[in-house]
Every structure is written in C-alpha cells, then in structure tokens.
C-alpha cells in the first residue's frame, strides 16, 4: 500500500509546483481509499447480480427437473440442461462449482446447491482477488391436474428463424408441464396452431357442418333451353348451380349456371350473369352421371362477389373460422351452435397443421410441433376460441376418452390457456370468406367478399374485421369461466393493438411476458411452464 502511494505522489509532484506539494501528497494519500470503496461498491454490485443469476438459475432447474422426479436421468438431465440455460458457462467469468442435487421422494422434493467465484476489479487493490457466492433452492411437487391449451402464432410472418424458434420454445414448455407420471394426478396439453384459421382436420364437419354431396343429374336434353332431370334436386328458381362429371354431353362440365322453371324432379339452364337460355341443340348427346352442386355459403363451391365486384368461387377448407350469432363468444357445443366455416382464398391458405386434443403424450405433442410451417394471415381471434374449445367440456365429447377435458370447478384441476402472436389481428370472416373490411395483410381485394366482417366493430376499429374486438370478448369470456390466460407478445414493439391484446387478455399483468428474439421467447416459455406446473418453492 505505502509503495502505491509513492507511486501517485511522485506522479503528482511531476505536474504540480514545489510550492503546491502539499497538496500532491494529500490527494495521494485520500486517492487509495476513494479506489478501494470504488471499488467494493463495483465489486459487490456485480456480487449481487452474480447470486440474483445463480439463484434464479437453481430455481428454474429444479422446477425442470421437479417434473421427472421419477425418473432420474432424465431429472438430472433436465436440472443440467435449465441451471446452463440460465446461467452459462463462463458468465461474467465465473468458475461453478455445482450444482448438487439431493432428492427426498418421501417428501417429494429436490434440493440444489451450487456455488460461483469469480475475479474482482478493483478490489484488488485492497488485496481481495477473488469473490464466491452461494445459492440453493428447495421445489416440492404439488397435486393438481393441469389442462393447458397452447395457442400458436403460425402466420406468415413467423417465417425463419421466429417458426425454429417457436418449435424449441413449445417443446420445452411441453416438456416442463407434462409430467412422465400421470398418476395419482395427469398433466394434458392441447395444441391450437392458427394462422388464416385454425385447421380441425376430421372434426370439421362435425364442428361447422357437413358439406352437402352433389345432386346426381339422370339426363340433360339437347333443347332450349337445356332441361336437366335431377331426382329430388331441391334447387329454386334463380338458384345457382355448378355442373361438372357429365358423360356425354361434356359442353356443361365446370361452369356455373342459373336454374330456371323448377319442378321436383327437373329445372332448365340459363346463363348465370344475363340470364339467357343454354341453347344444348349443338352440343353431344347426354350418356351418363353428372353433378350438380349448390354454390352458397356451406356448399362445395361458394360462389360470391369480391370487394371487386367481380365473381370468384372457393372451395372449403378443413379449418374453422369465427362463430357468429348469439354463441359467438360462448363456448356452447358445436352440436348447439356451428363454428364458421373457412373459404380459403390460394395465397391464404388454411394452415396444414392440425389441431391436437389434449394428450400427456409428450412425443406426439412434440412431433405435431416440429411440424410447423409458417404461412397466411391472422385470424387471432379463432386460435383464441379454439384455446377456450380445447379444454372446455362442452367441447370434449368429439375428443377420444382420454382427451376429454373435465368439467369446469372439478376438484384439484387447473384449466389454463397460453395465447401467443407475433403481430396484429387482421382477419375478419363473412359467410366463411375473408371480408373486405380485414386489416392490411390479410390478402387482396380480388379473394375478399364484398361484405364487412359478420362480427365486425367499424366504428371502433376500422380496417381489421373486428378481430381485436373478437379477441377481447372470447378472452373475457373464458376468464369468467374460470380459465387462467397468459400471453407472450413474440416481436410485437410499437404494434399498439397486439399490445392490447397481450396485456388485456391476460389474467393479470403477472401473466404478461413480452420476447424479442428466440432467447426471450423460451425464456418467456420456461417461465410461463414453471407457474403452469404447478410446482412451488418451499424454501
């Protein structure tokens, strides 16, 4: 210490005068102690943060490694792979020692201890080279059945690395909440990917209503007009109709008429947009089979009106779409009240992810989301409903036995749903199609019907199909019915209304996590599994 301070002195004593060595000697001999308080003020401050890091990292592995109690290397695997994730080698030049793992099965908890040192700065000067602190936690698993709807943003603009990054961040998730045991208490998690809508797969027709078959046409005379027998068409005058598998008379096939003077059993053809006969005197003779197909909203072929006034036809996808009328922000059955169904416009796809009913299979559910392609627009507002539906037991009697969800207020039962999005709702629905009123990003003018959204808001949100104002209802909604909702907000920084969504449909603030990058969406993920699962600290 005495050669330090003849080492500022005699720098001092170089830059000031003789007269003023007095002073030189003075802020020499004060310099040393301003250093070393510095210095333990530095020094300590980075102590803190290192055990705030170490401590937090403990509690996250033993949460993850709580969840395999039964299995004891993959505990102690999942304990390793969190204790690194949060803390990782080398932080801020820290040597670890740790952590132990001491695991009491009577009791039924993990104990974890680990220490850290690292290197000081400037307390070296007072001769501490070194600083170590110690962390240990204490978790015990808690008896609760959980049923967890994991609510998936797979839009187009999760497409890259944010799509790689969702798939690591659900699969962890699913790996903290799903217990290996399921007895005496099961762990379920259900799948919503969404995007344009949200794909059903097998349950659609079941969910917003069969498809009718084509009528079989028996004949199609050479006439005009051209008079068509269809036993039991059902069809009314000014129907429009498409006509396609005729043999024989092949002039009809694919195209779009008007029906004319119907009978029970027969009608005539007319043009579709002027009304004119269809003169079939020219055309080959009618042999055999031919299907007529109906072309309004529920039909095979929907054929409508765009936002441009031109006519467009699609075919159903097997995707839901928002429920209207006066269950849409209810989750009545489907046997009740039909969700909508979904007209896909070709560049806006119904998502090839299906939705998977909850299951503790923890390979399946991983599978399913390894599967994960991003593309179309948001519809929001359906992965939302569709999080309510999975483990709503109104919903559960189109599930298998295992998938059904229990009844609301069921002892010892947690119903929670998870709502992820990395950006606006914008995709409203009328009669199954895109309405013209859906928000930038939801496709042109030429696949849009030419109607507002059925359950659309203008006046309070113009230029997106309500589906903000959907969102809110369905999430106020299930949280009257008792379900817990947290939500991550993936990238979403200045999007006022993915904002709003976030924090609004959330249970509480608490239940609010914002990630910007892959590192703080699993961040996000770990966090939100370790509440789910139910496990506590206990020390």
Not at 452 to 479: E, F, I, R
Not at 513 to 526: I, K, N, P, R, S
Request: glycine letters at 10%; aromatic letters at 8%; hydrophobic letters at 40%.
């Amino acid at each position: 210490m005495k050669r330090v301070v003849e080492i500022i002195h005699n720098a001092l004593f170089g830059v000031v005068q003789d007269r003023r060595g007095g002073i030189a000697t003075f802020l020499a001999a004060t310099i040393i102690p301003l250093v070393a308080f510095t210095g333990l003020a530095v020094d300590t401050a980075r102590g803190y943060l290192m055990k705030s890091r170490l401590s937090y990292a403990l509690d996250s592995a033993a949460l993850a490694g709580g969840r395999h109690m039964d299995d004891p290397v993959k505990r102690d695997l999942m304990i390793d792979k969190f204790f690194h994730a949060n803390f990782p080698d080398n932080y801020m030049g820290a040597t670890i020692t740790g952590p132990t793992v001491v695991v009491n099965p009577g009791n039924n908890t993990i104990t974890l201890d680990a220490s850290a040192s690292m290197s000081t700065s400037l307390m070296r000067v007072l001769g501490v080279n070194n600083m170590e602190v110690g962390g240990n936690t204490e978790v015990k698993l808690s008896s609760v059945n959980l049923e967890v709807s994991l609510v998936l943003d797979i839009t187009g603009s999760m497409g890259g690395q944010p799509i790689i990054d969702l798939r690591e961040a659900a699969k962890d998730l699913v790996d903290i909440i799903v217990k290996d045991s399921q007895s005496p208490h099961y762990s379920k998690v259900a799948l919503v990917p969404y995007a344009a809508g949200v794909n059903v797969g097998a349950f659609a027709a079941q969910v917003r209503g069969a498809i009718p078959p084509a009528k079989p046409m028996s004949n199609a005379t050479k006439t005009n007009p051209v008079a068509v027998s269809a036993t039991s068409h059902g069809f009314a005058d000014n129907d429009k109709v498409y006509v396609n598998g005729v043999s024989g008379m092949w002039q009809l096939n694919n195209k779009f008429f008007s029906v004319d003077d119907p009978t029970a059993n027969t009608f005539e053809l007319r043009n579709e947009s002027n009304s004119s006969n269809i003169d079939g005197s020219g055309y080959s003779n009618y042999s055999s089979d031919g299907n007529i197909w109906c072309t309004v909203t529920g039909c095979q072929y929907f054929r409508f009106t765009n936002a441009n006034d031109d006519l467009q036809t699609f075919q159903p996808s097997t995707c839901a779409t928002e429920r209207t009328g006066a269950d849409a922000y209810t989750d009545v059955a489907p046997s009740t009240a039909l969700v909508g169904i979904h007209y896909p416009a070709p560049n806006n796809p119904c998502p090839a992810s299906e939705i998977v009913p909850l299951t503790s299979d923890k390979t399946l559910l991983k599978d399913a989301i390894d599967d994960f392609d991003a593309l179309g627009s948001t519809a929001g507002q359906t992965g939302i409903a569709w999080g309510w539906y999975m483990i709503s037991p109104n919903f559960g009697y189109l599930w298998p036995a295992d998938s059904q969800p229990a009844a609301y207020g069921a002892d010892e039962l947690l119903k929670v749903a998870i709502i992820m999005t990395d950006g606006e709702f914008n995709t409203g629905y009328a009669d199954g199609v895109v309405a013209q009123d859906s928000g930038s990003g939801s496709g042109s003018n030429s696949y849009k019907i030419d109607k507002d959204a059925t359950n659309g808001v203008a006046a309070q949100h113009a230029g997106h199909g309500s589906s903000y104002s959907q969102a809110l209802q369905l999430c106020a909604a299930m949280k009257t019915a008792g379900i817990l909702i947290y939500t991550v907000g993936f990238n979403i920084g200045g999007l006022t209304e993915a904002e709003d969504i976030i924090e609004l449909c959330a249970t509480d603030p608490s239940y609010v996590y914002m990630a910007d990058g892959g590192t703080e969406l699993a961040a996000a993920f770990q966090a939100i599994a370790v509440n789910v699962s139910q496990l506590r600290l206990s020390k």
